[in-house]
């Protein structure tokens, strides 16, 4: 069965450089979610969508943005980068419909800034 | 957003029955429990989720109190592959996930 695809798995930037990282949810799967995770933290809620609108916003930077598009597929922008913001960026779709809290992950997106 | 609580880390020997607790005081009557858990470094997977009933699947058994202020994953037949992080979530009503601090489940020969 076709899953969550994220790329790129691996990204290494310098400080203050831009980064771009892209979700392709599950086919039918109308809701994206992005959340990081840091060296040793729990995954942290960053920004959600729904039919490419967005519907709901944790713990997301400024500096970083993100959308969905006609397609589905979903795009994190992030600008200014920090050290800090070094991670694992996940990905996961669901079905609305559904209406359930099954999500699925994609294996994520890590992200070194140097 | 309801908080849960559980055990930083638990150990338990392959093939026996992993029993994983969480708390989870505040819940509101028609908010779901989910557990999911987390290989090192993947994508964190789904196990199972319910309201009040016990349920069960092909991979773990939820048993969820009667005052539904805890539930209890349990894993019947432990193996090394289930070594993880494993998360109790209470579902907001937005529908988005928050993953508080899980169990450390390290199962071991």
């Known amino acids: 069965a076709a899953g969550v695809i994220q790329s790129p798995r691996h990204l290494i930037k310098e400080k203050r450089e831009t980064a771009t990282l892209k979700c392709y949810p599950i086919?039918?799967?109308?809701?994206v979610y992005w959340y990081q995770q840091g060296p040793g933290q729990d995954p942290q809620f960053l920004i959600s969508f729904y039919e490419k609108m967005q519907s709901d916003k944790g713990s997301i930077p400024d500096r970083f943005s993100a959308q969905q598009f006609s397609d589905y597929h979903s795009e994190l922008n992030m600008s200014s980068l920090e050290l800090g913001d070094s991670a694992l960026y996940f990905c996961?779709?669901?079905?609305?419909?559904?209406?359930?809290?099954?999500?699925?992950f994609g294996e994520g997106s890590r992200l070194t800034v140097l | 957003d309801a908080k849960t609580t559980q055990p930083t880390s638990m150990d338990c020997a392959e093939g026996r029955a992993a029993n994983l607790p969480c708390n989870h005081s505040t819940i509101s009557g028609n908010e779901y429990v989910y557990w999911y858990r987390q290989i090192h470094s993947q994508g964190p997977q789904y196990i199972i989720h319910g309201l009040k009933n016990n349920e069960t699947n092909e991979m773990a058994s939820l048993i969820i109190t009667e005052d539904r202020k805890s539930s209890t994953l349990i894993l019947p037949h432990a193996t090394l592959r289930d070594t993880a992080v494993y998360y109790c979530i209470v579902l907001s009503n937005t529908g988005k996930l928050i993953f508080g601090q899980g169990t450390t489940l390290q199962v071991k020969p």
């Open positions: 996961a779709s669901s079905e609305r419909q559904k209406n359930t809290g099954e999500l699925f």
């Open positions: 086919p039918r799967h109308d809701t």
